[in-house]
């Protein structure tokens, strides 16, 4: 019943998309409706590497959704108040185009889901969105966020998969927390600078000890040449545990390409005597090789300590070729290679990992 009840949702919102064309090209740009997306899919052949990425001691090989870019379904708005004053919404869900579900099953717009104003005062937004870790790493990642559950800066750096098995701020999940629920998001943007803060809070239980939150500060800088980000984040369970993380980066245009290099970190209480602290480091870029084919290359150091067990951690090299097709459509081949160090050699698991991709991507 729950995936009809979806199903129809998300159709009646594209039949309500669709019927408002004629007068959507009546209005200005600013207060029209935009229906976007990305449509990724491609094959995967690895060695050393479960489905899930885990270090495993045979080889797999899938059909995945989202190995270049996250494939999403999205809606977006803006509406022209006057005064330089502006409404604007954002929904967006992902999507698994190998079977045709979604990427989260208990939330219809896992991605996105906020509404606010923007004006000279800044932009203050509400609802679900991204967590300033998440901003500050994205501005700075050296593939672009490309092949997300395998990139370190997203899964671990950016919490997105951190696999702590608690629920730091209101995520929804013991698993992440690159987007929370529940946040207002204030942004201010002054000439080639801009500050935000991001304030999380759960819904109070009345059995619950505290509620689960998250408080972020963040800089960012833009320019062509050079651009850069900070963020500090804390966030909070709702058993009082505390999750601290920052991350910092630069980005560069130099030798006919973009390069980036970045720093994260984040000290995780696990339990009341338990602690993680993890330490990633990446450095890589875009490389145009022609005016239809890029060439994207990132390093990754991952180091792991926990309360208790040995240092551990890996090495991560990954690479594209990205053919463009036209402005909208590119073909792609992926290459990685994982060095599993210390205790995240599993007994009985191979220490090297390597994988090999192809795949095609449309964004529309």
């Avoid at 490309?146 to 698993?175: I, K």
């Avoid at 890029?294 to 053919?323: P, S």
């Amino acid at each position: 019943m729950k995936f009809h009840a979806r199903t129809a949702c998300m159709a009646g919102c594209l039949g309500l998309f669709a019927l408002q064309g004629p007068f959507a090209q009546a209005q200005t740009v600013a207060n029209g409706v935009t229906v976007y997306g990305i449509a990724d899919l491609g094959v995967r052949q690895a060695s050393g590497l479960t489905p899930g990425n885990a270090p495993s001691p045979g080889r797999n090989g899938l059909v995945g959704s989202g190995i270049d870019t996250t494939s999403r379904l999205g809606f977006r708005g803006r509406d022209d108040l006057g005064g330089g004053l502006a409404a604007l919404f954002n929904l967006e869900s992902g999507l698994n185009l190998n079977d045709g579900t979604s990427i989260n099953s208990q939330k219809w717009f896992d991605r996105a889901a906020f509404l606010g104003l923007s004006g000279e005062a800044g932009t203050l937004t509400l609802g679900r969105q991204t967590t300033l870790l998440g901003d500050s790493l994205g501005k700075i990642d050296p593939l672009g966020f490309r092949f997300a559950p395998f990139n370190p800066n997203v899964a671990l750096a950016g919490l997105s998969a951190h696999g702590l098995g608690q629920e730091y701020g209101p995520a929804g999940s013991a698993n992440g927390s690159f987007r929370l629920d529940n946040t207002l998001k204030y942004s201010l943007k002054t000439g080639a600078y801009e500050w935000r803060a991001l304030r999380a809070q759960g819904v109070r239980q009345s059995d619950a000890p505290s509620q689960a939150g998250a408080t972020e500060l963040g800089l960012f800088y833009d320019t062509p040449e050079l651009n850069g980000s900070l963020s500090l984040s804390q966030f909070q369970t709702a058993e009082g545990l505390s999750l601290k993380a920052v991350s910092a980066g630069l980005g560069l245009a130099a030798w006919g390409g973009r390069w980036s290099a970045s720093y994260a970190r984040h000290v995780a209480e696990t339990s009341t005597t338990q602690e993680t602290r993890r330490d990633i480091l990446s450095f890589g870029g875009v490389l145009p090789l022609s005016a239809q084919l890029d060439l994207v290359l990132a390093l990754y150091h991952v180091k792991r300590q926990q309360t208790g067990l040995a240092n551990d951690g890996f090495n991560r090299a990954v690479g594209f070729l990205e053919y463009k097709l036209s402005r909208r459509s590119l073909v792609y081949a992926e290459l990685d290679q994982t060095q599993w160090q210390g205790a995240a050699h599993l007994p009985g698991t191979r220490r090297s990992a390597t994988g090999i991709s192809l795949g095609i991507k449309q964004v529309f």
